[in-house]
């Protein structure tokens, strides 16, 4: 992975580097199959960045579109699928903004790859297992009121998510919270 990183650095820009401990959180705990995604910080032709929610999320709820990387999937290929996937989009990959490892108290590791995407055009989710609902754009500011949002969820359990609302929420917040930090930094 870090012949990888550093070969992603070399086409698309040195990235943020962050680490995270998130302690106990059960929706990082749940993820027992997935050790990595991608983020996309898709900019509109306006300026602004795209967001998501989904069918089961709770009303109001709106972030980054991400996706699963596969265990021996390269981080390129899954960004290129998961643009496919979430929005089906052609897009320009502008900068590999940032690079998240979360830390769990069970040992386990995860980590965000967050690239700055360019598009234009309507999304069309090609996933509709995802349940995708709707987008709508935000500005970079916006990205920190988001994480704010995600940070206040209720602990309530989520079947959908495998995890509280809470917890998810407090894992979902820092990848708008370094994002909002990485385009700051350009």
Same mark, same amino acid.
């Given at each position: 992975m870090h012949q990888e990183l550093q070969e992603l650095a070399l086409r698309f820009g040195k990235p943020l580097e962050v680490t995270r401990s998130l302690g106990a959180n059960s929706f990082l705990a749940s993820r027992k199959t997935h050790i990595a995604e991608v983020c996309l910080a #898709? @900019?509109? +032709?306006?300026?602004?960045? =795209? *967001?998501? *929610? @989904?069918a089961f999320y709770p009303s109001g709820i709106y972030r980054l579109p991400t996706g699963? !990387?596969? =265990?021996?999937?390269? #981080? +390129?290929?899954?960004? &290129?699928?998961? %643009?496919w996937e979430e929005t089906g989009l052609e897009m320009e990959i =502008?900068?590999?903004?940032?690079? !998240? *490892? $979360?830390?769990?108290?069970?040992?386990? %590791?995860?980590?965000? $790859? !967050?690239?700055?995407?360019?598009?234009?055009?309507?999304?069309?989710?090609q996933d509709h297992s995802e349940q995708i609902s709707g987008f709508y754009? #935000?500005? *970079?500011?916006?990205? =920190? &009121? %988001?994480?704010?949002?995600?940070q206040n969820l209720p602990p309530e359990y989520s079947s959908q998510l495998g995890a509280t609302w809470s917890d998810w929420g407090i894992f979902r917040a820092v990848v708008h919270q370094v994002t909002a930090e990485a385009l700051a930094q350009r």
């Open positions: #898709v @900019k509109r +032709a306006n300026g602004r960045l =795209l *967001t998501m *929610t @989904k699963s !990387i596969g =265990l021996s999937e390269p #981080v +390129a290929e899954a960004l &290129q699928r998961e %643009i =502008l900068r590999f903004l940032a690079h !998240i *490892t $979360y830390l769990h108290n069970e040992g386990r %590791i995860f980590h965000s $790859y !967050i690239f700055l995407l360019a598009s234009e055009g309507q999304p069309a989710p754009e #935000v500005s *970079t500011s916006d990205l =920190l &009121q %988001i994480a704010q949002q995600l």
